[in-house]
């Protein structure tokens, strides 16, 4: 049987060849991803700036957050809503689910906090832009906006923070919109967002993916008729009580949650 001479001259070229291209793949990959990386950062900041440029917005939304319950079933709390706002610190939202119908209002000094379901309404004193009130509403009462990280003023380095992987997945359709398609890693959570293409890159659609509970549930939203400047519709930023509302504290406000009260909150993994 004939012996093949790995030895060759022949065989050492091709073995040569063969690095040499390995080489070629490896640093070509290396370059593609710190360029699709690079490309998705900026499209991600050239929504951030469009989106903190415009001085009204409105828009519709229907989102969904997951629950994991003790047997490990997954479930999806279904809701929709509307936000109006007018920068830099007006705003007025409506959110409705089975479990939740709340109208919020807010003209720059006076959040006020309505509870259709059972007629009653809390008011807070947060006088400032929309930024201050995100803030207050997210981290000293735990009742964040919807995507509010979108609507801040910087949200480009609220989303960026404590990022450790970007991808850029190309372009996919939302609502028949074409988007570009970027997704984002943490340590505590992995989100994607699709951006519309075009002079009006604002998004439309935004998912959270939590790895700290079991199961690791979405919350996502979808946003629909999308408006900017003179084509936003007049709002009500001021709350009027005209159903003859009961004030109440705001840790007795009901319904304002997307978990029903006989939901419990259990601990992360």
């Given at each position: ?11 050492v070229l091709h073995g040569i060849c063969v690095v040499a291209l390995s080489l070629v793949m490896l640093f070509g990959t290396t370059t593609g991803i710190k360029a699709e990386q690079a490309d ?82 809390t008011q807070l004193e947060v006088e400032g832009t929309l930024d201050h009130l995100i803030d207050e509403l997210k981290n000293t009462y735990n009742q964040p906006l919807p995507a509010a990280d ?120």
């Amino acid at each position: 049987m004939k012996m093949t001479d790995f030895t060759s001259p022949k065989w050492v070229l091709h073995g040569i060849c063969v690095v040499a291209l390995s080489l070629v793949m490896l640093f070509g990959t290396t370059t593609g991803i710190k360029a699709e990386q690079a490309d998705a950062k900026r499209i991600l900041k050239a929504m951030s700036d469009y989106m903190a440029a415009q001085q009204a917005i409105s828009f519709g939304f229907d989102a969904t957050l997951e629950v994991v319950t003790l047997d490990k079933q997954k479930l999806g709390l279904a809701s929709s809503g509307s936000l109006n706002l007018k920068r830099p610190g007006k705003i007025f939202f409506t959110r409705t689910g089975g479990f939740t119908d709340i109208e919020l209002y807010f003209d720059g000094k006076m959040m006020t906090l309505l509870g259709k379901n059972l007629n009653v309404y809390t008011q807070l004193e947060v006088e400032g832009t929309l930024d201050h009130l995100i803030d207050e509403l997210k981290n000293t009462y735990n009742q964040p906006l919807p995507a509010a990280d979108l609507l801040l003023s910087n949200s480009y380095d609220e989303l960026m923070l404590d990022v450790v992987d970007v991808k850029d997945l190309g372009t996919g359709v939302v609502g028949g919109v074409a988007c570009d398609h970027l997704a984002f890693r943490t340590e505590d959570v992995d989100w994607q967002i699709w951006i519309a293409q075009g002079e009006q890159p604002y998004p439309c659609r935004y998912v959270i993916t939590s790895k700290l509970i079991l199961g690791e549930p979405q919350y996502s939203v979808q946003l629909r008729d999308w408006q900017t400047g003179g084509s936003v519709a007049a709002a009500e930023y001021s709350f009027k009580n005209q159903t003859n509302a009961e004030k109440v504290d705001f840790k007795d406000i009901k319904g304002a949650d997307d978990l029903p009260d006989h939901f419990t909150k259990g601990d992360s993994k």
